[in-house]
């Protein structure tokens, strides 16, 4: 009886936002005790938020246009299974290519792997996100161009291995989440 009242609390529990509760709770608590640093507090997470909006709504914006324009069946050809070479090539470029805070992406991800994407082109793209072109200048300055040649191939060559390495563990796996026509590469 008692297990079944608890699972029912926490059940419960599952639709309150718990988190900003818990983070105006200590906000508030800060603020009764130390006014100043509460007052800090709040400015700086106000400019963390600030600079979030931007990249969550450019991901936000291509996510409709995914909604809007894209076809499961062309992620599927571009990302899933038997897309081959091309669907390596395109998530190694547009790892490479994208900006913003990772978290930014996992959003627009998991919309592209329920729409077909494998687990490999997925790790693909996250793994190329350290390979940054604006940034290869300055590190060519620190380390020269040989090391920064080799990382970058290393880098790029190290991110198809690790999307093999989840193709094939999670093959498995994939087959009952996705429906026919859509198991990963």
Partial sequence: MQSAQKSKNIKSLRGTPLFPVLVLVTYGIIFAILPDKAWLAVRSSGTVFLKLLQPLACVFIVMLVLNLFVKPAQIARFLGKG????????????????????????????????????????AIFLYNRAVKPFLLPVMIAYFGWAYVGILTILT??????????????????????????????
């Fill in 83 to 122: 897309a081959g070479v091309k669907g390596i090539i395109f998530s190694v470029v547009a790892g490479i290519i994208s900006m913003g805070p990772i978290f930014v992406w996992y959003p627009l991800l998991k919309e592209v792997k329920e729409r077909g994407a494998g687990n490999g082109p997925i």
């Fill in 156 to 185: 790029v060559s190290g991110s198809v291995a690790v999307g093999y390495c989840l193709t094939v563990l999670l093959r498995n796996h994939s087959k009952r989440r996705y429906p026919h026509g859509f198991e990963q590469i």
